[in-house]
């Protein structure tokens, strides 16, 4: 890609300065950008404008107060075309590893209209903006030598490079108004587009204003406008669709405007210039200490021997500690990161490291059978889903960390978000909330009383993904509360915002 740079100079007033020279140097400096790039904002302008104000039309019909409807996996196609074809626009042609990139932004599209566990609709779409730019870096730059740290750092800089974009918009516009104004020659059915695009921008402003006006003057054209055109036009919902559509337009506008001039740097710079010995120094302490814990928990976890402290059981025992564990198996991870990525090269902080990271698949297995123990004396929640699937992300990741330990070239980020990616879109699709439901109803006969009693509300408010198999239940008590509870999300949902989840439960409000 031509990577477009500005330049300029300085158009000094030579008379204004030679009868005023006190004041020269307070004359106002005007720069004039090069002719090629004038030549490529022109372009821009006629390019990629009217793209963008399709694309926000489009998306802010779909994801507008509606990002759990049928419209999201639209709306992720929608994205993915843009992008493409605002990558054309600079001669950038699509890597074959971009697709990974793309399936799984379209894969948690899908995804929102098939759930409606909040949580999970939140990360979906942070997962969704995250493959955005991980795939238009990937198609612009040259990241095949770039680090973990490279790669995420790379993300942040992009993000925040965006909002400097804006200033690109109005001068695009400024040079292909001079131009448009210029050009006599201009042919009429450039003059045409031009115009329809111009009518476009007028108009949606005004028909919200007058669908506005319309709905409150006939209950019969409002109610149309809610049961078929999907949106009740108040002054609230007006208003929203302005700021949606505006938002879009000039977010899109200004991050592929961002990516056409390659702000970002593709050099490496090592950081690894630290003293080994600081690190040294720190991970054999840290290593000792993991070592005592780690025969600790062979001894005393895994083969049920030695003497446990006074009051403690060993199902007590077994029972605690699985977050507190996540948290320093996360916190090792990070630590094996950044050691591998600040100090200099030693044999010694490598076998650290490698310590470190098969005490932390010590700590992993640890945690994993205290909560399996916990699950079974407490049944499901949400949050233990995501610890078990937590643990597994970890120790599938710790691979690649030891790995990268010995070989400095090893791809770390790209193996990273493969593995999170998948790992992620099969807890996305697989539905939490039913295997909870479904899990905690079949066993909860099998615990203590007051613990069930505490799952039995719980189960209550888990989201319409669990209406299926609190379908099976015969306690029309445990059925009429849970869907008293997440009504809100499956009452009146209009066709733009129907949802497979909220639908299910919708078949079962009616069937009950």
Known sequence: MDNINNQSFTNQNYNYNNAYPAYAPYQKRVVVEAPEVLDFREKMGRKLLPATLIYALFSTFCIYNNFSGVTMPFFGIATLIYMCYGLQQYDVKIKKFSWFYATIMITLSISNFLTGNLAMLFFNNFGIILMLFVFLIHNVYDDSRWNFSKTAIAICESFFYSFGALEDFAKDMKVLKERGASDESSSQKKRTVRYVLIGLLISVPLVCILLLLLSAADAVFSN?????????????????????????????????????????????????????????????????????????????????????????????????????????????????????????????????????????????????????????????????????WGLTLLSILFIAVIISIFKEKFPLFRYSIIVVSVLYAIISFAHIDYIIADYDITYMDTIDPEIAEQDYYYIQGLSTDAAPAIAKSEDDTLIDGYLSNCKYFYKNRSWRKFNLSAYNAELLSGDH
């Open 224 to 388: 149309l406008m809610t049961n078929y055109l999907l949106i009740n036009f108040s002054f609230v919902d007006t208003f929203g669709i302005l700021i949606t559509f505006g938002f879009i337009f000039f977010a899109a506008y200004s991050l592929m405007r961002c990516f056409s001039k390659k702000p970002v740097s593709e050099d490496v710079v090592s950081h690894r210039n630290l003293e080994p010995i600081i690190a040294i120094t720190v991970l054999s302490l840290v290593s000792v200490i993991y070592l005592v814990f780690s025969v600790i928990q062979i001894v005393y976890l895994f083969l049920g021997g030695g003497q446990l402290p006074d009051g403690y059981s060993y199902s007590d025992y077994a029972r605690e500690g699985f977050f507190q564990l996540l948290a320093v198996s996360i916190i090792n991870f990070l630590m094996v990161l950044f050691v591998n990525g600040h100090f200099k090269e030693s044999r010694v902080l490598k076998v650290l490291m490698t310590i470190i990271s098969l005490c932390t698949y010590i700590m992993i297995a640890s945690s994993f059978v205290r909560i399996m123990m916990y699950i079974e004396v407490a049944l499901l929640t949400e949050l233990r889903v995501w610890v078990l």
